[in-house]
């Protein structure tokens, strides 16, 4: 089956991610980097192309769409959970592995806007998911794997 991913990379200024958070969409230019997979044969080295995105906030899972000049995300709503109990460091060192392993496993991290909040707010200044979308193209099935990376303005400069 044909294949392809695409590596989003978008940079936000601090008044873009705070806007999105809040439901206002922003346009912004960012760098898709697409890869082709057939099989073992791909289309490395791939090529960084840089296009507009068009970032939605709407609190609702829509597919990404492929647009003629750029892309169309709506950010995921997906909330994250914590254990009903933190636990204390001394708990911790008398836990087993597989206890420590089934108590980490009740960590699911967020995955919405409130990521691209500064860390004081709640958020990390930034947000990474992946997406998996098929789709039919000449009567066949293609995979699309997008990789989404939408950070910070700031790390432009370090």
Not at 68 to 97: A, C, H, V, Y
Not at 126 to 131: A, G, I, P, V
């Amino acid at each position: 089956m044909l294949a392809l991913t695409i590596h989003h990379n978008i940079r936000l200024t601090r008044a873009q991610r705070y806007e999105l958070h809040e439901g206002t969409d922003v346009e912004v230019v960012g760098v898709s980097v697409p890869v082709w997979f057939m099989g073992k044969a791909t289309s490395e080295p791939a090529k960084e192309v840089f296009c507009k995105y068009y970032i939605k906030n709407t609190k609702r899972e829509h597919p990404i769409k492929m647009l003629s000049n750029g892309f169309e995300i709506t950010l995921p709503n997906r909330p994250g959970s914590r254990p009903d109990k933190e636990i204390s460091n001394d708990e911790w060192r008398e836990m087993r592995q597989h206890q420590k392993d089934m108590y980490y496993a009740q960590f699911v991290p967020e995955i919405s806007s409130k990521c691209l909040l500064d860390i004081p707010d709640g958020g990390s200044k930034r947000l990474n998911y992946r997406e998996q979308n098929k789709v039919k193209h000449d009567d066949e099935f293609m995979s699309i794997m997008h990789y989404i990376n939408i950070g910070d303005m700031s790390e432009m400069n370090s």
